[in-house]
């Protein structure tokens, strides 16, 4: 645990996250900011920087991440019209928290991929 990461303390029960999925290993929040009708994050509840490490490292826990993000996305709807998985990572990715992180995005149409 990294006491001053921001998504630790979210994982630890410390700061407050409205929850919708929780795993031994991932847990699965509302993003504070919603940057669409549906905007989830899921993290590993370990510590790691960024989705690169985190796949490097412990592959099986990338795994997992992704079977959390699959899921909340059947939960909330959107397997029918579609959603994005996003992973923001680094300078250039527009990385804001180094805990690695899945982006949830659905609800409507979400443009195109990157901004012009
Ligand atoms: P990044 O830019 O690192 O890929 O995304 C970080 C995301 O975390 C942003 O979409 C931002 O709105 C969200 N965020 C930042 N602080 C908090 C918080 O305290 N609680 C929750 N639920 N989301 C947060
Ligand atoms: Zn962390």
């Given at each position: 645990m990294t006491?001053?990461?921001?998504?630790?303390?979210i994982a630890a029960g410390e700061i407050p996250?409205?929850?919708v999925r929780e795993t031994d290993t991932t847990l699965a929040f509302r993003d504070i900011g919603p940057k669409a009708p549906v905007h989830i994050l899921v993290i590993p509840k370990a510590h790691y920087a960024d989705v690169a490490t985190?796949?490097?490292d412990d592959p099986g826990l990338a795994?997992?991440?992704l079977a959390t993000a699959a899921v909340v996305a059947e939960t909330e709807g959107l397997l029918v019209d579609g959603f994005r998985l996003i992973f923001n990572t680094g300078e250039y990715g527009g990385q804001e928290v180094f805990h690695a992180h899945a982006h949830v995005?659905?609800?409507a149409p979400l443009g195109p991929m990157v901004a012009g």
């Open positions: 006491t001053d990461c921001l998504f630790c303390r996250a409205t929850v985190l796949a490097q795994g997992a991440v995005l659905g609800g």
